[in-house]
Each structure stands twice: as structure tokens, then as C-alpha cells.
């Protein structure tokens, strides 16, 4: 399983403070109403930070992660659970649902992104709010075989890490994770897939209407960028 390894270094490798503050300002300024589920919450790192103004639900693929992200919610404020976000069957209706941190990407394929809408409508209410990211068509070109990305590093226990990341003209992002440690050596192999931002829109328009489609934040429409950031309404 992914992130068997990985859920234990994670926030050392791509905590930001910074960006979770920004990722919950940019929710916030849609005002979802009380009752939130996060899909493939990771750590929890932006979970916690909506359950100050939110009754939130949270799940994750990875049962590290989850153990992960309960250890740091002390006052018990989220219902954390381990689970696929492409079956919510075990949960009833929300005012808002998010997937984050290009974890949308991991859906390989065009008939699991269909279904995932369509999942995702079947559990929000009237009117209610889905917020997710993707990365952006320009990753595919950043991470190119002939420059892909590679990442060295010591963590504090001794344990060291090499990263890569490399894409394919057909889309496909690969991050590859190598840990050393004492008496072995454990690899994670990572697929995403980028989806054209019009195929996406074409797609979401059958269940939601577009609230907004951004770049980066700020640049309005699909731009050159690292993400592009969705809000969408059910329909």
C-alpha cells in the first residue's frame, strides 16, 4: 500500500503552515455551511484547521495516514475514518465536500473520474459545495523525462530519502520514494494522471454548475500554473 512509509515522513517532506492557511482562506471564502467530509485528508493538517468552524468528517485510503492525522487531533474534533473516496457509501449528505493536494490525480482513469463526480453529488445536499484541485496541464512539461524533478535528504531519525518525479506525454506523473533505513531499503511508486481542464469542465457541468475555476489561487481560468482550483455547486 502507498504511503505505508511515506504517512510517517510526510509532513516533513511538504508540511507548509503557509499553504494550509491559504487552502482554508480560499474555502472559507465560499462560506460552507457547517457539515464538511474531506476526501484523502492525508495528515489532516487542513482537516484540523477546518474543524474550528466545521462539523467534519475526514477519510483517507491509508491507515497510516489516518493514525496519522488522529494523533494530532487531540480534542477528538473529526471524524477520521479509513476509506476509498471513490465509495462513500457509509456516509450520509454534507453541505460541502473537498479533495486536496492534487489527491483528485490519482484517478487513473476517465470512467473513475465520471463515477467520482457523480459520487460526490450523490452526497451533498441542495446546493451544496465541492472544492477540489488538479494539477495543471503544464506539470506534464515541468516534470519531462529529460528534466525531471529529483530530491535528496536526511530525515532527523537518520532514515534518508531520495524523491523523483518524472511525467509522460500521455500525462502520467510517477513520484518514486526510496527510504533508507538501517537493515533495508522500501520504495513507494506513486501514479497520478493530469486531465485536460476542459474535459474536467465538460464532465462536471453533467451534475454541477462551476462556481469557479482558477490557476494558482488567483489567475482566473485554466492558465499556466502548477493546480487548477475548482468550486462547483451541485446542481
Known amino acids: 500500500?502507498?504511503?505505508?512509509?511515506?504517512?510517517?515522513?510526510?509532513?516533513?517532506?511538504?508540511?507548509?503552515?503557509?499553504?494550509?492557511k491559504q487552502w482554508v482562506d480560499w474555502i472559507e471564502s465560499y462560506n460552507p455551511k457547517k457539515d464538511f467530509l474531506e476526501l484523502a485528508c492525508g495528515t489532516g493538517e487542513i482537516t484540523l484547521q477546518l474543524a474550528k468552524n466545521h462539523q467534519v468528517s475526514a477519510l483517507d485510503l491509508a491507515d497510516h495516514m489516518v493514525e496519522a492525522a488522529k494523533a494530532k487531533d487531540?480534542?477528538?474534533?473529526?471524524?477520521?475514518?479509513?476509506?476509498?473516496?471513490?465509495?462513500?457509501?457509509?456516509f450520509g449528505e454534507f453541505d460541502a465536500?473537498?479533495?486536496?493536494?492534487?489527491?483528485?490525480?490519482?484517478?487513473?482513469?476517465?470512467?473513475?473520474?465520471?463515477?467520482?463526480?457523480?459520487?460526490?453529488?450523490?452526497?451533498l445536499r441542495e446546493d451544496g459545495l465541492?472544492?477540489?484541485?488538479?494539477?495543471?496541464?503544464?506539470?506534464?512539461?515541468?516534470?519531462?523525462?529529460?528534466h525531471a524533478y529529483s530530491e535528496a535528504g536526511t530525515f532527523e531519525d537518520g532514515t534518508n530519502v531520495q524523491w523523483e518525479i518524472a511525467s509522460t506525454p500521455e500525462g502520467?506523473?510517477?513520484?518514486?520514494?526510496?527510504?533508507?533505513?538501517?537493515?533495508?531499503?522500501i520504495a513507494e511508486h506513486h501514479i497520478q494522471r493530469v486531465y485536460d481542464p476542459e474535459w474536467l469542465i465538460q464532465?462536471?457541468?453533467?451534475?454541477?454548475?462551476?462556481l469557479s475555476l482558477t490557476t494558482?489561487?488567483?489567475?482566473?481560468?485554466?492558465?499556466?500554473?502548477?493546480k487548477y482550483f475548482f468550486v462547483c455547486k451541485k446542481k
Not at 74 to 90: A, P
Not at 172 to 185: E, K, R
Open 203 to 210: 464532465v462536471l457541468k453533467e451534475d454541477f454548475e462551476i
Open 130 to 146: 465541492f472544492f477540489f484541485d488538479s494539477h495543471a496541464l503544464a506539470r506534464i512539461d515541468e516534470f519531462a523525462l529529460d
Open 216 to 226: 494558482d489561487w488567483e489567475i482566473e481560468g485554466a492558465d499556466e500554473g502548477e
Open 74 to 90: 487531540i480534542d477528538h474534533q473529526v471524524d477520521f475514518q479509513t476509506g476509498d473516496m471513490r465509495d462513500l457509501s457509509k
Open 97 to 123: 465536500i473537498g479533495c486536496f493536494c492534487d489527491s483528485f490525480n490519482y484517478l487513473l482513469e476517465e470512467g473513475e473520474v465520471r463515477a467520482f463526480f457523480k459520487e460526490v453529488k450523490a452526497h
Open 172 to 185: 502520467l506523473i510517477y513520484q518514486d520514494f526510496a527510504f533508507y533505513l538501517p537493515d533495508q531499503t
Open 1 to 20: 500500500m502507498i504511503y505505508d512509509i511515506l504517512a510517517g515522513y510526510y509532513d516533513d517532506l511538504v508540511r507548509d503552515d503557509e499553504a494550509t
